[in-house]
């Protein structure tokens, strides 16, 4: 029986050989140090699941309509937004998906025709590819290695467009290197597309994850007429220990957003009730739990950032926001490897460490950079510890 070519074209993750070889090793009782984990290891805060286990109680289990989000969140989410963003959306302007990740492929969806050009910088959070030729585009890469801080720059943006070019995703802190664009960055990269009929993507689904004290903002709060092409992206998961909730949103121009609210209204219908109220709570509820959680974040990538870098052949930029490591470990492939070794690289030397040292990594390549691997220090202190000595012993040796 067929199965259509658009389902055919997805790529197999090139993560999903090291991870599944991992849980093997543990599933064999072997003490595998897993730094793979794109979710913080903290469990939700009380005060969230308090307002969850209300929602069951009072009864909120039924359809929300629109399908597009509970009024109450999208107000929320709008508050939020103003709040710590600056960013002015009314609750019309918000959609509420199930997931960030839901968010973006509706807007990928609802965004590019067949033919149509998305530039995307790499390295890249692994769904944007997937999710713009679903929508029947071509991604043009902007290659951002770490000789240029993962960065890219204006320059780059303005050579990448072309006639085509409906659409430029941003992510900011990134996933998979961390960095955060500081705001003069923001600004001239706005002023390459600003007035443009392209649209901006900004993920800033880790925007409350910054640290060293990053002068940096909202895309469409750098400069003044951004708002009518950009639609901004965050959720939940992130931020208040949520992955399993499944709740992000979209904010954008009323005409986009009611567009991707027609798709949702005809695909998934509403995210699940119970997790809207829950996120109600998170958006507008006490900071503390927050706080605490990236304080802890920060004191881990201090140490293991220092102690990647002091590795034989590790360079690792500095990451100053989410909860990732993206250390380019190219000059060591020839020595783990052996000559002659296959491209990905980054996935060869991602199994040998796994093999060998017992240290779960994701291949960089995964990310649109083969000179790379991600490390996750959204793990125990304890934990950290150990798979960056085991690391290093493996380096060394
Ligand atoms: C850059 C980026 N955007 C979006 C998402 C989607 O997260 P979720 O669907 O859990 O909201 C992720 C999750 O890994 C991410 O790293």
């Known amino acids: ?99 960030g990740k839901h968010a973006l492929y509706e807007a990928f ?50 050579a990448a467009i072309t006639p085509k070019t409906r659409l430029f995703v941003l992510n900011s802190p990134s996933n998979p290197t961390g960095v955060v664009y500081t705001r003069a960055e923001l600004k001239a990269l706005a002023d390459v597309v600003a007035g443009t009929d392209i649209w901006v993507f900004s993920d800033e689904i880790y925007g409350e994850l910054v640290y060293d004290g990053v002068d940096t903002c909202a895309f469409a709060a750098v400069r003044d007429g951004l708002y009518g092409q950009t639609v901004t992206f965050g959720g939940a998961s992130k931020t208040w220990a949520m992955t399993g909730w499944r709740i992000g949103w979209a904010a954008g121009p009323g005409d986009f957003i009611q567009a991707m609210g027609n798709l949702q209204d005809q695909s998934t219908s509403n995210p699940t009730s119970i997790s809207q109220y829950a996120a109600v709570a ?18 881990r990538r201090i140490y293991m950032v220092d102690r990647l870098n002091k590795m034989p052949g590790v360079r690792c930029v500095r990451p100053q926001g989410a909860f990732y490591a993206f250390p380019d470990v190219s000059a060591t492939y020839e020595r783990v490897l052996g000559k002659g070794a296959r491209p990905p690289l980054s996935a060869a030397w991602s199994a040998a460490v796994l093999e060998k040292a017992q240290v779960a990594v994701v291949p960089g390549g995964a990310f649109g950079d083969d000179n790379c691997v991600r490390l996750s220090f959204a793990t125990s202190m304890t934990q950290i510890e150990k798979g960056l000595d085991r690391l290093e012993k493996f380096l060394k040796g």
């Open 109 to 158: 969806l609802a965004a590019l025709e067949p033919g149509d050009e998305a530039v995307l910088p790499a390295p890249y959070w692994v769904s944007y590819p997937e999710m713009i030729r679903l929508a029947g585009a071509r991604e043009v890469i902007i290659e951002a290695g770490a000789g240029q801080g993962f960065k890219i720059t204006p320059r780059q943006l303005a």
């Open 1 to 99: 029986m067929q199965i259509s070519k658009r389902i055919l074209g997805i790529r197999p993750s090139m993560t999903l050989a090291v991870s599944a070889k991992a849980k093997a090793m543990k599933a064999a009782g072997i003490d595998v140090v897993g730094f793979g984990a794109g979710e913080p290891d903290f469990k939700t805060p009380a005060h969230i699941c308090d307002a969850a286990v209300g929602a069951i109680r009072d009864g909120h289990h039924g359809y929300i309509v629109p399908s597009s989000g509970l009024a109450d969140l999208k107000s929320a989410v709008a508050a939020y937004l103003k709040r710590t963003c600056g960013l002015s959306y009314e609750p019309a302007q918000v959609l509420i998906g199930c997931g």
């Open 282 to 299: 998170a958006v507008s509820g006490p900071t503390e739990p927050l706080a605490k959680m990236k304080a802890e974040f920060d004191r």
